[in-house]
């Protein structure tokens, strides 16, 4: 299973990076949308939400197909209303679906982050419920057909006294109870939602909730001119008396519709039970081996400030300051294991280099660094790229990219500054940095305070005295390898038109530290 | 981004949205093909048998005050017999029994029968499984037995509907096949 869930996700991941490449042609990496899915997907249940109430104010369950219908033909704007509604609530189900997608082919789902992933699920499925409910409350031919289908799968149950199917056999009126039932669902789960959205992000610090505000309209903007070219149309009314013909479903609702009606309802039930079984434990099968998963961040107490740094930049709130127990007078940072994903993110925002998963810490990058020039002879005008190892147009696994060594990190959140500096003061020509765009982290944040330690002064900073003229950050998704050769051209040039670079003989590795441990208390 | 390849992200941006409206709106057929159905449905509280006795003072008193009742009575529903057949041939044949942990609750019925679009001569029955043994007391209003022998003219996908008259005490032929079809 492992096995198969490995090929499958590399699948996907092969052709989501190609799909993410074309957007961030189309649109930048600021407003690429498949970065933004979850962020869409709220958007979204906000219109739907906010167009709901409106749709509310003229729904009747005593009359449910003729009131949806009064709404549609005669109340202002309310054929437009009704497709926002509808649509919204597609664009919701298929960004949550893109969103969950993206997740699990970049094994974040599990470890620390298997409530996000399992709260996102129930999340998609309370979604998926309200809008079962919504249809069968206009009481068209779709809605006949998902309230016959619900009745079916519940009267296998033994929940009921009297079977639910026999409501729709058409000898009796439906009882207005009944839509009274899903209008109460349709419109209390969504405050399910909003509390399973905040269990949803909980586990994160600085949650994103809101895409661009240039998405956020344009995406309203599109759904919102759809519905009024391209308004929902009301279908046929249910007929008890009469099978449903052809007519309009909603596929992002009613897609399994043509799979499970066929099957007998013990068989859909088990298919449905066992389908929702592999989704939840899909973490399980695509996180590494026990062997191969990276510990959690460790402290180093003697070489840590207390600054907060390290607490302020972790995006999953796995770090906390407490009390020291040598009696020193400043905090300590203190990694909660449970919450750590061994981003690394920490190493980087570490001045004195004094936390940080195993092997990854400013101390271990700089000794790291210092074998990979070892190895290499460069010359002053050579550019050394350091390529983020998930996204960054692929170099990562590359070893080279037109003749400039790859060093590689796992992050480009993990890199610490001073391995810049190393590189710089080594007198290599320049250093060329390709990281994931910050949208599209897997670290969530890893590529923002890299930028800012870079170029905005963020602890721990790329110090002043290293020339700036010889760095340089891009931003590259995976599919993204021509844009990486591209930039690394033009930084070549740039890099020609500058002295050659001086270098420095016998750097001491432990000074570097040193200095950056000024503000560490002995 | 480029000035020059704005107008392909908008066009690309137009189409995904038209693809979303597309399959917002797919036309599908739930119910393929243009059969008609015969459908019996009803719901009717069955012939309850008990049998029932005295409780002595002794027993009696061995109950709490508020739980005494002088006369016990232990029962069933008793089950019932559906033949129904089309054009003379039987399509449907089974029995109905009560349902529920003490077997007390209505009898339910529901069946959708199959037919090709046109005229059927439809019969049902639906009568008592056994007899009510001697001594035994009989509580309910559904006949022992009850018949219904129609024509039905049908559409395709439309459905005729029989089902049980409660007030009348028989079966009734609902729908589409009626002289007031809808």
Not at chain 1, 24 to 48: F, I, K, Q
Not at chain 1, 425 to 437: D, E, K, M, N, Q
Request: with cysteine; charged share 20%; aromatic share 8%.
């Amino acid at each position: 299973m492992r096995r198969l869930t490995g090929v499958l996700a590399r699948g996907i991941r092969r052709g989501m990076a190609r799909a993410d490449a074309a957007m961030n042609r189309l649109y930048g990496w600021r407003h690429n949308p498949l970065y933004m899915s979850g962020t869409l997907a709220v958007v979204s249940l906000a219109v739907v939400l906010v167009t709901g109430v409106y749709l509310l104010l003229y729904y009747r369950i005593g009359a449910p197909y003729a009131s949806v219908a009064r709404l549609t033909d005669q109340v202002w704007a309310g054929r437009w209303i009704r497709s926002l509604h509808r649509y919204a609530s597609d664009a919701a189900v298929l960004a949550a679906a893109l969103h969950a997608l993206r997740l699990f082919v970049q094994a974040r789902s599990w470890g620390p982050r298997a409530l996000a992933w399992v709260s996102g699920l129930v999340l998609l499925f309370i979604v998926f419920v309200c809008g079962w409910t919504g249809y069968v409350m206009v009481w068209d031919v779709q809605g006949e057909v998902l309230a016959r289908e619900g009745a079916r799968f519940f009267d296998l149950l033994p929940l009921f006294s009297e079977p639910i199917g026999r409501a729709f056999a058409g000898d009796r009126t439906i009882p207005g109870a009944f839509f009274f039932l899903n209008l109460f669902l349709h419109v209390a789960l969504p405050i399910g939602v909003g509390l399973l959205l905040w269990i949803h992000v909980s586990r994160v610090a600085r949650p994103a909730i809101l895409p661009p505000r240039g998405l956020t309209w344009g995406v309203t903007g599109l759904l919102l001119a759809l519905s009024v070219f391209w308004p929902v149309a009301m279908a046929p009314a249910a007929d008890l008396l009469r099978l449903p013909g052809r007519a309009p479903f909603d596929a992002f609702f009613s897609f399994w519709l043509p799979v499970v009606r066929p099957m007998p309802v013990g068989v859909a039930w088990v298919a449905v039970l066992g389908l929702s079984a592999v989704a939840l434990l899909a973490p399980l099968w695509s996180r590494p081996r026990a062997g191969a998963r990276q510990p959690p961040s460790a402290v180093d107490e003697r070489l840590c400030t207390g600054c907060e740094q390290c607490y302020l930049d972790c995006p999953y709130e796995a770090i906390a300051m407490v009390t020291r127990a040598d009696g020193r007078p400043t905090l300590v940072a203190h990694v909660d294991p449970d919450r750590c994903t061994s981003c690394g993110i920490c190493a980087g925002s570490c001045a004195p280099m004094g936390v940080g998963p195993a092997h990854r810490t400013g101390r271990d990058q700089l000794v790291q660094v210092a074998s990979f020039l070892a190895a290499r002879e460069l010359g002053a005008r050579d550019v050394v790229v350091i390529a983020c190892g998930r996204g960054a147009g692929g170099v990562g696994a590359a070893g080279s990219v037109d003749g400039a060594p790859v060093h590689v990190v796992q992050c480009a959140g993990n890199l610490h500054s001073s391995v810049v500096e190393y590189l710089v003061r080594s007198g290599v020509g320049g250093v060329l940095i390709v990281s994931c765009p910050p949208r599209d982290c897997w670290n969530r944040e890893g590529a923002k305070w890299l930028d800012a330690r870079l170029n905005h002064d963020r602890e721990a900073e790329l110090k002043p005295r290293v020339d700036r003229r010889r760095v340089c950050l891009l931003f590259a998704a995976e599919g993204e390898r021509a844009a990486v050769r591209a930039g690394l051209r033009t930084f070549r040039a740039v890099v020609e038109t500058l002295d050659a670079a001086s270098r420095e003989e016998e750097i001491d590795l432990l000074a570097l530290c040193e200095h950056s441990e000024e503000g560490a208390v002995s | 981004m480029s000035v020059a390849i704005r107008p392909a992200g908008v066009l690309v941006a137009l189409v995904a949205t038209a693809a979303l409206g597309a399959l917002s709106q797919v036309p599908y057929t739930s119910e393929r093909g243009s059969d008609a159905y015969v459908r019996l449905a009803w719901r009717a509280r069955g012939e309850r048998v008990e049998t029932c006795r005295r409780l002595p003072p002794e027993e009696l008193a061995k109950i709490p005050a508020h739980m005494r009742r002088e006369e016990v009575c232990e029962g069933h529903v008793v089950p019932y017999r559906l033949l129904v057949t089309v054009d003379g041939v039987t399509a449907a044949q089974e029995s109905v029994a009560s349902k529920g942990a003490r077997a007390d609750r209505p009898l339910y019925v529901f069946l959708e029968i199959p037919v090709a679009p046109g005229r059927h001569r439809l019969g049902v029955a639906f009568a008592r499984i056994g007899a009510i043994p001697a001594g035994e007391r009989e509580r309910g209003t559904l006949p022992e037995r009850l018949d219904l022998d129609t024509v039905v003219s049908l559409g395709p996908r439309q459905v005729a509907l029989v089902t049980y008259d409660e007030d009348r005490a028989r079966l009734i032929l609902k729908g589409y096949g009626t002289p007031n079809a809808p």
